[in-house]
């Protein structure tokens, strides 16, 4: 099994472009999530799913979109790039939900000039 | 809404020192999953632990060790005997039962230093 795995590791953009961070697990896993860390901030939940279909927001989901069609995928699009979105992205499932073992990908580095 | 605060920022150590890592947590509810998480300088989230709200018995996991006591809403975790390999930012973690959400603490960055 390759866990969950995460596109790009790293990604440039410049204000105002847009772009789909790619997240994939092959753990049949229902639940799955977005966070962001940044220096000092821990880790904060965007958006989160419990199952194809069905997506709900975390804590900081402005300027982010998810979308849920199968299990295995969950990509999260950002949709005007800005300055303060410069963080580092991880996705994570699990097979219960939020109160079970998380399983992370390696996360994406983005930096937004 | 669920909180969770690490003191800590950031500690230093002598290698073969304990150190303990403080973690407080605030929920309303009664029914809640503890974690804790490693965060190595390679950059990856590793899972170390997690505890059910109705279970506050130590648990003991070679050198690491983890205290909860809901008296303090408190989820500390020792390192007995420090080793370089430990140094990284450790985070604890909190999900109530009928959250669908997980939320981190700040994190500490340990630093073993040999």
């Known amino acids: 099994n390759a866990g969950v795995t995460q596109t790009p590791k790293f990604q440039v953009l410049k204000t105002g472009q847009s772009m789909t961070l790619q997240c994939a697990q092959d753990?049949?896993?229902?639940?799955m999530s977005w966070y962001r860390q940044d220096p000092g901030m821990g880790l904060r939940l965007i958006h989160y799913?419990?199952?194809?279909?069905?997506?709900d927001q975390g804590e900081v989901p402005n300027g982010y979109n998810v979308s849920r069609s199968t299990t295995e995928d969950f990509p999260l699009r950002l949709l005007s790039a800005a300055p303060s979105q410069t963080s580092v992205y991880f996705c994570?499932?699990?097979?219960?939900?939020?109160?079970?073992?998380?399983?992370f990908g390696p996360g994406t580095r983005l930096t937004v000039t | 809404a669920q909180k969770v605060t690490q003191a800590q920022t950031e500690i230093s150590v002598v290698e073969k020192e304990d150190v303990t890592l403080d973690c407080v947590y605030e929920t309303r509810d009664t029914t809640y999953y503890l974690f804790w998480y490693k965060q190595p300088p390679s950059g990856e989230l590793v899972f170390l632990i997690r505890r059910n709200s109705f279970d506050e018995q130590n648990e003991i996991s070679g050198r690491y060790s983890w205290n909860f006591q809901k008296s303090t809403s408190s989820f500390n975790f020792t390192i007995t005997a420090s080793q370089v390999v430990d140094s990284a930012v450790y985070f604890c973690?909190?999900?109530?039962?009928?959250?669908?959400?997980?939320?981190f603490g700040k994190g500490t960055k340990l630093s073993v230093i040999p």
């Open positions: 799913s419990v199952g194809a279909g069905i997506t």
């Open positions: 994570a499932s699990s097979h219960r939900g939020a109160s079970y073992e998380q399983y």
């Open positions: 753990m049949n896993h229902e639940y």
């Open positions: 973690a909190l999900s109530e039962a009928r959250s669908y959400q997980l939320t």
